[in-house]
């Protein structure tokens, strides 16, 4: 499984962004889509969630800013950044946890990352 991201980049502060990412290659189900973050000095940290059935997760730090979308039939998911901050500055991460066959268990997948920066 291979996932793609795009949209990253240079805004500024109270800006918006939108993060695209999707899954190809064989690909029986996603369970989870999502995002993670890291700043440059600190530990990866989830940022969004949103499982097949469309419930969602959000670290409380964007909650009321992003917002999590995904399209099922493209394997895509979505977050939609609004009211950005220079805390929000850091490399985004794609996520899915995602079965390729029936007798295979979920494995977690990432993508390559996408830089945003947030300037003030």
């Known amino acids: 499984v291979q996932l793609q991201a795009s949209g990253g980049g240079l805004v500024q502060a109270g800006g918006s962004l939108r993060l695209s990412c999707a899954a190809s290659g064989r690909i029986l189900s996603i369970n989870i889509m999502g995002w993670y973050r890291q700043a440059p000095g600190k530990q990866r940290e989830v940022v969004a969630l949103?499982?097949?059935?469309?419930?969602?997760n959000y670290a409380d730090s964007v909650k009321g800013r992003f917002a999590i979308s995904r399209d099922n039939a493209e394997n895509t998911v979505y977050l939609q950044m609004n009211s950005l901050e220079p805390e929000d500055t850091a490399v985004y991460y794609c996520?899915?946890?995602?079965?390729?066959?029936?007798?295979?268990?979920?494995?977690?997948?990432w993508g390559q990352g996408t830089l945003v920066t947030v300037s003030s």
């Open positions: 996520y899915c946890a995602a079965r390729q066959g029936i007798l295979t268990t979920p494995r977690d997948y």
């Open positions: 949103i499982a097949s059935g469309g419930s969602t």
